[in-house]
């Protein structure tokens, strides 16, 4: 059982290198919902651990290795690919800036773990989820003018790139309990259900994690006195959310 948990991150890994795979050979739509896929494996390694009480130095290691290639190599070599015959020196500086940013982001979480139930910095999966399927809703929705397109993935990239290497705090979900952060999950519930029924399911996801990039800062300085659920107090430090 103990192995378990790694198997899953390892999972995740995999899932990222086939992103990454998948990219070389324009199959855009297919590498970003691996990366999709990965964040859901993300999510499930740890919940996994903690269930079989088996969670160590060594899996959270191994963690911060796979989610480097699966929410920052990734999104970086998908981006590049996407725009390879249109590339400029403003998207490759964005680009590397969000490489070198998602970097810093895992090994600054590696040695200050969460607050309280609060991330230090955009987590690097919601990054990734926020620029892959912005990218894919606007070419499922056809907003793909090549002028148009390269701004907002400069733009995108760029600001995504800031809040990972902020100290703004974001929820971590899974250590707050439900009844905190319920407005946050109806609102973001609507913004899905209403973006789904008049666009579709890539522009519906993005929309989530746009809004949750924007909402949920501010939510952590509404509620900085959020209590900790005890399935995650185990794992977070005792201290206050970091300031904006």
């Not at 090994?107 to 894919?136: I, Q, W």
């Not at 259900?193 to 008049?198: L, M």
Request: hydrophobic share 55%.
């Amino acid at each position: 059982m103990a192995a378990f948990p790694n198997m899953i991150t390892m999972l995740n890994l995999i899932a990222g290198f086939f992103s990454i795979l998948l990219a070389t050979y324009g199959k855009y739509e297919f590498s970003v919902w691996l990366i999709f896929l990965a964040l859901l494996l993300d999510s499930l390694d740890g919940h996994v651990a903690r269930i079989f009480g088996n969670a160590t130095d060594f899996g959270r290691e191994l963690d911060s290795l796979a989610d480097l290639v699966s929410f920052v190599v990734a999104p970086c070599f998908l981006m590049a690919s996407i725009f390879s015959a249109m590339m400029s020196v403003w998207l490759l500086l964005a680009i590397v800036c969000y490489l070198s940013a998602g970097a810093f982001r895992l090994a600054r979480y590696n040695v200050h773990p969460t607050c309280r139930g609060f991330f230090e910095g955009l987590p690097t999966p919601a990054a990734a989820l926020t620029v892959a399927m912005t990218l894919l809703a606007f070419r499922k929705n056809g907003w793909e003018t090549a002028a148009s397109l390269v701004t907002s993935a400069v733009f995108l990239m760029t600001a995504i790139s800031f809040l990972m290497v902020s100290e703004i705090p974001y929820p971590k979900i899974s250590a707050v309990k439900f009844r905190v952060w319920r407005p946050l999950f109806f609102f973001q519930l609507f913004v899905a259900v209403f973006f789904f029924f008049f666009f579709n399911i890539e522009t519906s996801i993005s929309m989530v994690f746009l809004a949750f990039l924007v909402i949920a800062p501010f939510y952590c300085i509404a509620k900085n006195g959020i209590s900790v659920s005890e399935e995650g107090s185990g794992d977070d430090e005792e201290c206050s959310p970091p300031s904006v």
